[in-house]
């Protein structure tokens, strides 16, 4: 009689290997990290839309830029005239500083040059004088010479004087004005407080 055989079909080797794949937890930590991974893009691509959009959101951004334009456009001329009365200010202020506003680096020659020749032109006799230089607060530049002085002239040749102080091509303020008549004859002593304005650009007076 021939052998029986009993015929056992064998495990396939693909089981086993992914039963022990499972009991591995580098497997599962692999697998957690890639599903992490695969929801990150998504959600990457569902946020940004690196595909553009649609083309009705391209439109709606489109109409929204050429409504800003208009709007946009108006600010720029408003800032442009803006900078050019700014630069047009600077311009006058800077003439009006050269024009009125004595040197720094000859503010004393130049004043009493001036108050000289003024009282020279009505007969006014120059007596003491004493001068005083104060920086303007917040400039670094501007300052204000106080000048006292005193004139002894007749009462007429005062009031010359005052209108030749107010011709002055100079900025110059009377602060404060005295005059008391001498005991003999006509003539007046006069005692003058002025103000004057000084631009130094060394910086001589911080």
Do not use: C, H
């Amino acid at each position: 009689m021939p052998k029986s055989f009993s015929f056992v079909p064998a495990r396939a080797p693909w089981r086993k290997l992914s039963f022990a794949s499972i009991k591995d937890p580098r497997v599962s930590v692999r697998a957690v990290l890639g599903t992490l991974l695969f929801l990150n893009i998504v959600a990457a691509l569902i946020l940004f839309k690196p595909w553009g959009g649609s083309a009705d959101d391209l439109e709606r951004q489109l109409a929204s830029m050429r409504s800003q334009l208009p709007r946009q456009q108006a600010a720029l001329t408003k800032t442009r005239a803006l900078v050019q009365k700014v630069e047009k200010a600077r311009m006058e202020g800077e003439q009006f500083m050269a024009k009125y506003m004595l040197n720094g680096r000859s503010a004393y020659s130049s004043i009493v040059g001036e108050l000289d020749r003024a009282a020279e032109r009505v007969s006014l006799k120059p007596k003491e004088r004493q001068f005083s230089l104060e920086p303007i607060e917040g400039s670094d530049t501007l300052g204000m010479m106080t000048i006292s002085a005193k004139y002894e002239g007749a009462y007429p040749n005062l009031t010359k004087f005052i209108n030749e102080l107010d011709r002055s091509p100079r900025f110059l303020i009377i602060e404060s004005l005295q005059a008391a008549p001498q005991p003999v004859g006509t003539a007046v002593n006069v005692s003058f407080k002025l103000n004057a304005f000084v631009k130094d650009e060394a910086g001589v007076m911080q």
